[in-house]
């Protein structure tokens, strides 16, 4: 079993940044590969971005130049900074980690981009 807190979301104006963390705990040596997700009012959860145990990444074609995800082993947390953000971006962040049997999700956290 892995548990993934999720913090850091909020309300930013247009052209801010925020920084989401996800703390893993429980069985985090089975974790692949850990990535945020995020889901807008009536559109389908998507990636965001990604990382693996191996430090190679990868991002949305929307956010990339934008957001950056990184982690400290050390800590057992991942986190996702997020530059120049858009109303676009308003959404409910999931952080998610993945082993070789099944996907954990946390319980996500709103990021809301407006003036």
């Known amino acids: 079993q892995v548990q993934l807190v999720e913090s850091g979301g909020g309300l930013v104006q247009p052209g801010g940044s925020l920084r989401l963390s996800c703390a893993a705990s429980?069985?985090?040596?089975?974790?692949?590969?850990m990535g945020w997700y995020r889901q807008a009012p009536g559109k389908q959860r998507e990636l965001v971005a990604a990382i693996t145990s191996g430090g190679s990444t990868n991002y949305a074609d929307s956010v990339k130049g934008r957001f950056t995800i990184s982690r400290d082993n050390a800590k057992n947390t991942v986190y996702l900074q997020m530059n120049s953000l858009k109303p676009e971006d308003t959404a409910v962040y999931y952080c998610n980690a993945l082993t070789p049997e099944v996907g954990y999700w946390g319980q996500g956290t709103q990021v809301t981009v407006s003036s």
């Open positions: 429980g069985s985090i040596f089975s974790i692949n590969a």
